[in-house]
């Protein structure tokens, strides 16, 4: 008998009575899995640990979450005896290192999505102003008036993503 909760908030609640794996809500008849696909947890990129219960058997696995145990480093041991008791074909998986890429400085991406894939909209300026304008007229007279288009530009400039819409001010 297994019973044990794995992962972090939410924990998933394994129970195997030796008949019948329970995740969660979820309960596998044992002699249906044909494959288990295990992740070990890696210290390198602080990933979880993650088990997979395939009924299928087949190498491209598409995870279904209620067939998923991710768990920490210290519920490894827990993992393994509930592999050995379940007495299944089990594949490990490597984890993925991520690929380092290079540093960038300079680029502008979208606050939104973090893609780089914007483009420059344009310069919000400021427009006229009648207080310059009524300012300009008293102290100069009517010339005074061009007063109100005086002003600095934007400080920040308008940009689109194509990857997920969002317009956003980034400064300049």
Not at 54 to 62: F, M, R, Y
Not at 124 to 142: D, E, M, P, R, Y
Not at 149 to 165: P, Q
Request: contains cysteine; positive net charge.
């Amino acid at each position: 008998m297994f019973e044990e909760k794995l992962g972090v908030l939410p924990k998933k609640k394994v129970v195997f009575d030796g008949k019948n794996l329970t995740i969660g809500k979820e309960t596998i008849v044992a002699d249906e899995i044909k494959r288990i696909y295990f992740q070990p947890y890696s210290f390198i990129d602080n990933s979880w640990g993650a088990v997979y219960f395939s009924l299928t058997g087949a190498d491209n696995v598409e995870v279904v979450n209620n067939r998923e145990v991710k768990f920490t480093k210290g519920q490894t041991d827990k993992v393994l005896s509930l592999l050995d008791m379940l007495d299944k074909e089990v594949v490990e998986r490597e984890v993925e290192k991520p690929i380092p890429q290079p540093v960038q400085k300079n680029i502008r991406v979208c606050p939104n999505c973090s893609s780089a894939n914007i483009d420059f909209v344009g310069n919000q300026k400021k427009g006229f102003s009648v207080g310059k304008a009524v300012g300009g007229a008293v102290l100069t007279g009517g010339i005074g008036t061009l007063a109100g288009f005086t002003g600095k530009k934007g400080k920040k400039d308008l940009w689109h993503c194509k990857n997920c819409g969002n317009t956003c001010e980034l400064k300049n």
